[in-house]
């Protein structure tokens, strides 16, 4: 049936099975009327690759009276239907195939839609992570990145330009977190990096947006009154915050490395060389590491042994006591998962703040006007551990590689590569020789002298 269509007889056609009737202006044009009246506009035309008959919809049929402007794919009046007809008849008459070109663009479309922010970091951290030795923090990474890019989630990740990525980062600098706007760039680059690797975006946009702020090394130092204080505080919290914080103290090691001690870690405890082993995948440098306890840590550690044994002798039920007796960490805060699974000690921002009020709180006490003690953070005592074994007389070289940091860090030309020494025994001793300052310090047995090691 064809017959010059007006948007009145358009509304006219009557209902039924499915029939169209043909626009007698633009060849090829239909609109196509089924059960509820008018549905759709179509367009046939002979593609010239192979004079193949094409048929193509152009959009469905608007009756109202406020007309939308009109678009391929679009709600289209009789009026919008015949300028897309046209258009696209223009299209075909230049060589083209408009019908192919928009299944592209509809299956681009889709892909994209597929193609999410939230997929990809998806992807990311189940498939490109594993491929990598597994980051302990990986979790935490994801959580952070999440945290801040919630309003992403639903993107394409195509979509996400430079000045999205600018616009976040101020955003984190605008709350009073400009560290943590630095290390969101850092972690979103190898996760867009990763994306173009795939093509699902041709370019990373963080790697063209500058650090929103400056980066700052810590120097903070605690010096020794301080670090009688904060051992004295540690003593007030309670529960395994209390060892976990004396081992930092201790140790020089990382807050992460110290909750995530096992007791299948610990060797020798009653022998003469105690140590604790700190598996790869839980250092930030993908690398085992064996820590040397001094008689000082020794003790604290079996003082946990002890609390935990109480725990279980103490378990309401036995049940309770298995589990108890089951748990691989020696900090654990008593908690299990809703899924039955034994999870790390939790809390360790709220350690943070208890930590530092507790110090704070012990100088008011002395005196209500003493001030705060001058910003300190828990990650603080690894620069003192390290800052103190050298005054000990302790080789820097040796320092450093007791806090994990390696020799290829500390060493020059040949050495650098070919010098696999653990220097366990020297390790030893620096840390014996700290945790014996730190001792005579808490003890009020040494004041400010400084033992000074020979010979290591």
């Known amino acids: 049936m064809t017959k010059t269509l007006t948007a009145k007889g358009v509304e006219a056609l009557k209902a039924g099975p499915r029939y169209e009737v043909k626009d007698g202006r633009v060849p090829g044009m239909a609109v196509v009327v089924g059960p509820k009246g008018p549905r759709s506009w179509v ?37 919008g239907a015949r300028r897309i007809g046209l258009e696209q008849l223009t299209l075909v008459d230049l060589g083209r195939d408009p019908a192919a070109e928009k299944r592209d663009e509809t299956a681009e479309h889709r892909r994209q839609m597929k193609d999410t922010f939230g997929a990809v970091l998806e992807a990311y951290f189940t498939k490109a992570v594993p491929l990598k030795k597994r980051r302990r923090n990986a979790e935490t990474t994801r959580r952070l990145i999440e945290k801040d890019t919630k309003a992403w989630k639903d993107r394409p990740i195509r979509s996400i330009t430079r000045r999205d990525v600018r616009e976040l980062l101020d955003g984190v600098v605008g709350r009073g977190s400009p560290v943590m706007a630095n290390n969101l760039r850092a972690l979103l680059s190898p996760v867009f990096n990763w994306a173009v690797e795939r093509e699902l975006v041709d370019a990373n946009p963080v790697a063209q947006v500058a650090r929103p702020a400056e980066h700052v090394e810590r120097e903070r130092i605690l010096d020794d009154r301080e670090l009688v204080e904060v051992w004295r505080a540690a003593e007030t919290l309670g529960g395994p915050w209390e060892p976990l914080a004396k081992l930092l103290i201790l140790t020089g090691q990382r807050l992460g490395e110290v909750e995530a001690m096992r007791f299948e870690d610990l060797t020798d405890l009653d022998g003469n060389a105690p140590t604790w082993r700190i598996p790869a995948e839980v250092t930030k440098n993908e690398m085992e590491h064996r820590v040397p306890l001094s008689d000082t840590a020794v003790e604290v550690l079996r003082g946990q042994i002890k609390a935990r044994r109480l725990m279980a002798e103490e378990a309401k039920t036995e049940e309770r006591r298995r589990l108890v007796q089951s748990v691989p960490y020696v900090f654990w805060g008593g908690r299990v998962a809703r899924d039955g699974t034994i999870t790390k000690l939790s809390g360790r921002t709220r350690f943070r703040e208890r930590w530092r009020e507790a110090v704070d709180d012990a100088r008011r006490e002395v005196d209500e006007d003493l001030p705060a003690m001058p910003d300190w953070r828990p990650h603080d005592l690894r620069r003192t551990a390290v800052s103190g074994m050298a005054r000990l007389g302790v080789p820097i070289h040796v320092a450093e590689i007791v806090v994990n940091h390696r020799p290829a860090q500390s060493l020059k030309g040949v050495a650098r590569v070919y010098n696999r020494y653990d220097y366990a025994p020297e390790q030893r001793h620096a840390l014996a020789a700290w945790a014996d300052h730190v001792e005579a310090l808490v003890d009020d047995k040494g004041g400010e002298k400084v033992v000074v090691l020979r010979g290591v």
Do not use: F, I, N
Not at 43 to 67: C, F, P, Q, S
């Open 43 to 79: 367009l046939r035309y002979r593609r010239h690759l192979d004079e193949r008959l094409v048929k193509m919809t152009l959009g469905k049929v608007y009756l109202g009276d406020d007309a939308p402007e009109p678009k391929l794919g679009g709600p289209l009046t009789l009026a």
